[in-house]
T-cell receptor, first 114, second 112 residues
């Protein structure tokens, strides 16, 4: 079965530190990849997505993610975090083809201290 | 546009009771889905629909029913509530599963 692993469940950083959140998936075919963010008390919203082309994808608020097909990974990065980045981050994968399911990882809760 | 709306925001049920969580979207999206969010487990897909009259099961469908009689509405029915169904439920819609999903504000359900 398809699955998505986010290895870091909780991450605590100081402002201006660099961020990298891991995401690995277990589907061998072509995939569409997403990162969603849920700020405290708010809806989930799309941070960035990868469908094809350049494996380095830039999203909103200075976030980027790199798709490494050989490693089945789609890690999220930000060079310098801010207190306002405190949120829960979810990686999601949609296998291409006839699959209509969007599978989410368990999420990583990020706390940024001023 | 209101986007994706969900009612109620909060609900407390006793074990064995049934209820329907409502979800509506005004973006004419074909694809709608229901997730439950539990601590440490992220979002798990319950059921989804690719259009009116078409529904399918997700990862954790047991104990839940859905129907899709219109493009706008996608209600989730709990047939006989159990404490294991205590969770936050999110409805989402999109042009398709490979497009951005728009999430509703969620329903926090407690089953005692």
């Amino acid at each position: 079965a398809q699955s998505v692993s986010q290895h870091n469940h909780h991450v605590i950083l100081s402002e201006a530190a660099s961020l990298e959140l891991g995401c690995n998936y277990s589907y061998g075919g072509t995939v569409n990849l997403f990162w969603y963010v849920q700020y405290p008390g708010q809806h989930l919203q799309l941070l960035l997505k990868y469908f094809s082309g350049d494996p380095l994808v830039k999203g909103i608020k200075g976030f980027e993610a790199e798709f490494i097909k050989s490693k089945f990974s789609f890690n999220l990065r930000k060079p310098s975090v801010q207190w306002s980045d405190t949120a829960e981050y979810f990686c999601a994968v949609k296998p291409s083809g006839g699959y209509n399911k969007l599978i989410f990882g368990a999420g990583t809760r990020l706390a940024v201290h001023p | 546009n209101a986007g994706v709306t969900q009612t109620p925001k909060f609900q407390v049920l006793k074990t064995g009771q049934s209820m329907t969580l409502q979800c509506a979207q005004d973006m004419n999206h074909e694809y709608m889905s229901w997730y439950r969010q539990d601590p440490g487990m992220g979002l798990r897909l319950i059921h989804y629909s690719v259009g009116a009259g078409i529904t399918d099961q997700g990862e954790v469908p047991n104990g839940y029913n859905v129907s899709r009689s219109t493009t706008e509405d996608f209600p989730l029915r709990l047939l006989s509530a159990a404490p294991s169904q205590t969770s936050v439920y999110f409805c989402a819609s999109g042009q398709g599963p490979f497009y951005e999903q728009y999430f509703g504000p969620g329903t926090r359900l407690t089953v005692t």
